[in-house]
């Protein structure tokens, strides 16, 4: 279908999967403002792109085209003939046709939109190296998934290890369509638990991807994953990020003086401060309230400057700004901020809702997937984001128990079943040493995550570049002006490497 620019993208609909995460309720809420945010991000991108290239819009513009393919439910039981209908993107006006090579995105624990065919880091490397752009929605998220598909029988067939064989059948399927053949070379992309997904593609199928690039992408498992919460602290005190020693210090004693109130059981002011929807009933409830604060913190480091008024620079602003009261106040402060730039009246703290959200198999096509991505952490990953360390600055009612008990809760998985799953993970996949070639690892310093990820160049094709002072898969966004020069460094080199893989694919330049 042919439509003018501006109409088109506004027809495209709001919601993407560009990069995600894993956390509490709040957390939740934050992902996907973040989501929304880079979309209108996208947005205002492509339309600045289209104003700089008016000749080629003049013949219009053609949209991307979204199909369903049917995939095996079961990749590994040929007696299991049930099928799931898969949703991809598809993106030919950059493709060099019949040579150029091919540019997956690969999707992850959110819907995907056509956002992935149409804008980000990958897309503009399309635009240079002409490639045809393709993307795959994740396996149980979004629109692929059966309506039966979250109950506790079906759940069993969503894992890393059926994704990547969905992967493997939509190379056959992509191949055919576009009568592809072995001299287009393929490269894929993805961040966060995607950016994982884009490294295992070419470490288990290194006949079907040349070559893969994986932005802060967790590539090692872990039951408790402490040192994100130490991640957090660094940034917290971080000058490049507008962070300070003060800062973290204030986050530290508030979140210290809230544990001490909950430890005297008389939550009554704590409810009325932060706007807590009901009572809190007992330390279930506790661990939800501290969860949701300390979110803030979490995610405001997480996906600094994502949003507009979402940076660890303004947090620390209000963190240290004697003039707005003690630690406590300002902390009542920031949620009070939080809660009215999401529009929330009061905050769900109740750990029975949580369960229930958790439980519940309703099928939605947008957005994340809480449900699903709880059960990949207590199948395959763990990434539970404890703060029992002496170091961390959040609360102590963050505990490993409460996290991974969840498992049992909901899944019938037990603690001890987690920790042999994340055993498990890490011996096949290679955990954070991976052995492979031409990969590049992508993560930003500031970010969290980069805690299990690939920092070292492990091989002069399997190679890591560390970004000073960005957060989560930051890299992958179209380029704006305030990005730092390590950024556009970064960036730089990616495009650098896969120019070099190109060309020894024979597939660059033209
Ligand atoms: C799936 O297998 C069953 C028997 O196991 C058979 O009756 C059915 O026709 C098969 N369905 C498809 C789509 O092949
Ligand atoms: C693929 O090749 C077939 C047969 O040569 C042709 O009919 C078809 O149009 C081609 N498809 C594309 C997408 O080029
Ligand atoms: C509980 O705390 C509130 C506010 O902090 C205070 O007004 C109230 O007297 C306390 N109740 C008890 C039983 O200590
Ligand atoms: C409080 O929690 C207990 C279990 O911990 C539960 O039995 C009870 O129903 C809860 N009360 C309310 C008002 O939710
Ligand atoms: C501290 O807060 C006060 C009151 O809102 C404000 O006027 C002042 O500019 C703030 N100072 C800094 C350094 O942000
Ligand atoms: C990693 O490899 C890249 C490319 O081969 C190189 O530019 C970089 O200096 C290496 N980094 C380290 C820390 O060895
Ligand atoms: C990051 O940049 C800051 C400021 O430019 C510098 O002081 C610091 O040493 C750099 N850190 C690393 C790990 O390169």
């Known amino acids: 279908m042919l439509l003018s620019p501006p109409l088109a993208v506004l027809l495209l609909g709001l919601q993407s999967a560009l990069c995600l995460g894993l956390g509490g309720q709040n957390l939740w809420l934050l992902k996907d403002k973040v989501l929304r945010s880079q979309e209108q991000r996208a947005q205002r991108y492509l339309l600045e792109s289209w104003k700089a290239f008016p000749a080629r819009s003049k013949g219009g513009w053609t949209e991307p085209r979204e199909g369903f393919f049917p995939q095996p439910l079961d990749h590994f039981n040929r007696r299991n003939n049930a099928t799931y209908k898969q949703r991809f993107w598809v993106n030919t006006e ?5 040579q150029g090579p091919v540019f997956l995105y690969i999707g992850g624990e959110g819907a995907l939109t056509p956002y992935s065919v149409l804008a980000g880091e990958h897309v503009d490397l399309a635009r240079k190296y002409r490639a045809l752009l393709v993307s795959l929605e994740h396996r149980y998220y979004g629109a692929s998934i059966n309506p039966d598909g979250l109950t506790d029988q079906k759940i069993q067939f969503l894992s890393s290890q059926q994704a990547l064989a969905d992967l493997a059948t939509f190379h056959a399927f992509i191949s055919q369509q576009y009568n592809l053949t072995r001299s287009n070379t393929w490269i894929c992309f993805g961040g966060s638990y995607p950016g994982s997904l884009s490294a295992w593609f070419r470490l288990k199928f290194p006949h079907l991807v040349y070559a893969a690039v994986a932005s802060s992408a967790p590539v090692r498992a872990q039951l408790d994953f402490t040192a994100y919460n130490k991640v957090v602290s660094q940034s917290l005190s971080n000058p490049i990020v507008g962070g300070s020693l003060k800062c973290r210090a204030a986050v530290a004693h ?27 009933n007992g330390s279930d409830d506790y661990g939800e309230f501290v969860s949701n604060l300390a979110d803030i913190i979490m995610g405001t480091v997480q996906y600094n400057q994502e949003t507009p008024d979402n940076s660890i620079a303004n947090l620390c602003q209000v963190m240290t700004n004697h003039s707005l009261g003690s630690a406590y106040q300002r902390l009542v402060l920031l949620n009070k901020n939080y809660m009215a730039s999401m529009e929330l009246k009061c905050v769900d703290n109740s750990h029975q809702n949580v369960l229930e959200k958790l439980r519940s198999t309703e099928v939605k ?6 449900r699903q991505w709880y059960y990949q952490t207590c199948a395959e990953f763990g990434y539970y984001q404890t703060c029992e360390d002496e170091g961390c600055p959040l609360s102590r009612w963050m505990t490993l128990q409460s996290q ?38 992508v993560n930003g310093n500031i970010d ?14 399997e190679v890591a570049v560390v970004i000073n002072g960005t ?30 893989w190109l060309a020894s694919a024979h597939q660059y330049p033209w």
């Open 94 to 98: 950059l493709w060099e046709r019949e």
């Open 254 to 280: 508030v979140f210290s003086r809230l544990d001490q109130i909950l430890k005297g059981g008389n939550t009554s002011g704590l409810e009325a401060d932060f706007g807590s929807c009901r009572k809190l």
């Open 365 to 370: 096509p947008y957005g994340v997937g809480e």
């Open 404 to 441: 991974v008990g969840v498992c049992a809760q909901i899944f019938g998985i037990h603690p001890g079943s987690v920790q042999q799953a994340v055993y498990f993970t890490n011996e096949y996949y290679g955990a954070d040493h991976p052995e492979s070639s031409r990969i590049i690892f």
């Open 448 to 461: 969290p995550w980069h805690a299990l990820s690939v920092l070292k160049n492990q091989s002069s094709s």
């Open 471 to 500: 957060a989560h898969c930051a890299n992958m966004n179209p380029p704006e002006d305030r990005d730092p020069p390590s950024l556009r460094q970064a960036r730089q080199k990616i495009d650098d490497q896969i120019g070099i």
